[in-house]
């Protein structure tokens, strides 16, 4: 009993935004690369609801997490069975909304400025420069300083992404390059079945 009203009360009130475009593309190319790495295994592409709770896993959180999938209308058909369902994992669960848009990425930004005073910490699986001014104006307003390994970080709090790698990422010379973040491709392999040693 004391363990359900943790979880429908959390300590914090998290929000994960998924560009759904980025994550298809970023899921076929994961695909290929992983195929090529394993040729032995058979992999599949995962569903979303499977790559939301590595998603969670990957990002270490915990507890409720709200999820809203982004998606251009000719892509909601694929996922649209999904709005609404609540999928639960080890340390919580996550309930999935889908909102279809022409301008998804655009609408995606503005429901993250709109509907920031109902969240406390902020998650985005994208890579894309549009989204540098929504999700930095609902993060901390100073950064803070972290020692990893001896070294000195400056950490923007309230916030992780799942992107693309350094080499990659649109977001160097911008603040979300000081932004804790995952390779997109993490939870994805692991999604398909790969152990943490095969990513």
């Keep these: ?16 935004y998924i ?3 980025f994550l298809i593309r970023q899921m076929s190319e994961a695909m290929r690369f992983y195929k090529d790495l394993h040729p032995d295994k058979s992999l599949r592409l995962p569903s979303l609801d499977l790559f939301i709770t590595h998603a969670v896993g990957w990002l270490h959180e915990k507890s409720f997490i709200t999820a809203f999938v982004f998606v251009p209308p000719e892509d909601e058909y694929y996922i649209k069975e999904l709005d609404g369902q609540t999928t639960e994992y080890d340390k919580g669960e996550v309930r999935i909304n889908v909102l279809a848009h022409d301008l998804y990425s655009v609408e995606l930004g503005v429901h993250m400025e709109n509907y920031a005073h109902l969240f406390d910490e902020f ?7 549009i989204y540098v001014l929504p999700l930095r104006s ?5 950064s803070s300083d972290r020692v990893l390994d001896g070294q000195n970080y400056e950490l ?3 916030g992780k992404l799942l992107r693309k790698g350094n080499d990659e990422t649109s977001f160097v010379g911008t603040d979300l390059a000081r932004v804790r973040w995952q390779n997109v491709w993490y939870p994805i392999g692991a999604a398909m079945g790969l152990a943490s040693f095969e990513l």
């Design 138 to 142: 609902v993060l901390s307003v100073k």
């Design 1 to 16: 009993m004391y363990k359900e009203r943790i979880q429908r009360a959390p300590v914090k009130y998290r929000v994960l």
């Design 156 to 158: 923007l709090e309230g």
């Design 123 to 129: 998650y985005l699986v994208a890579d894309d420069p």
């Design 19 to 21: 560009d759904y475009q």
